[in-house]
């Protein structure tokens, strides 16, 4: 690793890695005979570019979770404009508002498990707007991954273990393909933030889940 790539990323160098509980849990052991098919420059080469596409997102999103409670306000939609199939005005109750809410874990727990505690705060939490609340914890659970592949990436330059390393480099390649699947379902979710009929008060809690249960239940990245 160049200076220049260390100086890049903004994060202090370290031999002593910390894996946070919610990242180790979901990282997988690494066999002696695992085969290695990312190296880590590429690994790092991929991390650098998501860090650039996180910034440039980054920009355009609520900077709290106050302010996610609020509604969104359109100030031009005609009156005539036909709404989106998942602006749907059905009514709920709390039993299967609660069963939908278990199911968007759950499906979190088969393919984000670590951003499992952060999805379940939100929503024990009051906020109105639950996709842009999501959106915006992705966002801070990608980064968190990403400052978690550069520190593994700095004890893989300072070992001299080959043994070592093809763990680090299993491990690397674990958080990497995280990181990616993360960024693709934040992508997803800006689309329908994004999109001028989407109003946060005019979508219902239990259409809301049925819409993050969709994504997140997805494999694709």
Do not use: W
């Not at 302010?67 to 359109?74: D, G, R, S, Y």
């Amino acid at each position: 690793m160049t200076n220049s790539q260390v100086n890049h990323l903004a994060i202090t160098p370290t031999t002593t890695v910390h894996v946070s509980p919610e990242l180790g849990d979901a990282i997988p052991k690494c066999s002696s005979d695992n085969s290695l098919h990312i190296g880590p420059k590429k690994i790092l080469d991929g991390t650098h570019q998501s860090v650039q596409n996180e910034r440039i997102h980054s920009s355009s999103e609520p900077g709290s979770l106050i302010q996610l409670a609020q509604p969104k306000i359109e100030s031009k939609i005609a009156a005539n404009q036909k709404s989106l199939p998942f602006l749907s005005q059905a009514g709920f109750d709390s039993h299967s508002l609660h069963a939908a809410m278990q199911g968007v874990l759950g499906s979190l727990k088969r393919t984000l498990p670590g951003f499992h505690s952060a999805a379940s705060t939100i929503l024990k939490s009051d906020v109105v707007d639950f996709i842009s609340a999501f959106s915006v914890a992705l966002r801070r659970y990608n980064d968190r991954v990403l400052s978690q592949i550069k520190l593994l990436l700095d004890k893989y330059d300072s070992s001299v273990s080959s043994t070592e390393r093809n763990e680090l480099v299993c491990e690397i390649n674990y958080l990497h393909k995280i990181s990616i699947s993360t960024s693709a379902k934040r992508e997803q979710l800006l689309d329908i933030i994004h999109d001028p009929y989407f109003q946060a008060a005019n979508c219902p809690p239990l259409r809301q889940m049925k819409i993050l249960h969709s994504i997140f239940s997805s494999n694709s990245s």
